[in-house]
């Protein structure tokens, strides 16, 4: 391996991470756990609880969610041109990514409007509306990215079958529900 590949390869693991463990969905996490706590409280803030608290901590999470989606966004991205464009997984993809991109945009607004309820101890009606919004699209955008995950297995190693292994087990409710085999059930086994 010559010093160009070692370095190509130092950055396809800093923008995409380890084959079976891609980096952005443990940084959406972050970004995600941000944002909702911002928004929690926005609205405890708002009912009142935790008087000025709740103002200044709602703004810092607020920027610490905006920090993190930074690079949460970049490896996103990253994955994302990667993806046959056209297919429907990139079509999914793209939907996550316009629905994140408009959340980012929405909570950082709602920063915008909240940095006087920090310094004056208060959530304001702008941090608090935004923050719900933002919400709002932060769900939409997550729902779409598990659906590049679990519907399309973007990023998901497949695993060899092991073809001698009796298939798993299936619970009669279900079976009878569907009149069939679940597809991930393997029926090589001879049952």
Do not use: N
């Not at 972050?30 to 103002?55: K, N, Q, R, S, W």
């Not at 999914?92 to 607004?109: K, N, P």
């Not at 990023?155 to 079958?161: G, Q, Y």
């Amino acid at each position: 391996m010559d010093v160009t590949d070692r370095q190509s390869s130092k950055a396809s693991v800093l923008l995409h991470g380890l084959p079976g463990h891609p980096l952005h969905p443990p940084l959406t996490d972050a970004t995600i756990g941000m944002f909702v706590l911002a928004t929690g409280l926005a609205v405890l803030g708002a009912l009142g609880a935790i008087e000025d608290a709740a103002g200044k901590a709602c703004w810092l999470a607020l920027v610490g969610g905006l920090i993190v989606a930074v690079p949460t966004a970049g490896t996103g991205f990253a994955d994302w041109v990667r993806l046959e464009w056209g297919s429907a997984r990139w079509r999914t993809a793209t939907q996550h990514l316009t629905a994140m991109a408009c959340a980012v945009v929405l909570f950082a607004v709602a920063a915008w409007l909240q940095h006087r309820g920090y310094q004056r101890g208060e959530v304001t009606a702008g941090g608090l509306v935004l923050s719900i919004v933002g919400l709002i699209a932060l769900t939409a955008g997550g729902w779409l990215g598990g659906a590049i995950v679990f519907v399309y297995g973007v990023r998901v190693l497949a695993v060899d079958e092991d073809r001698t292994a009796d298939p798993p087990a299936l619970d009669k409710a279900s079976e009878d529900s569907r009149g069939a085999l679940s597809p991930t059930t393997s029926t090589t086994s001879g049952r």
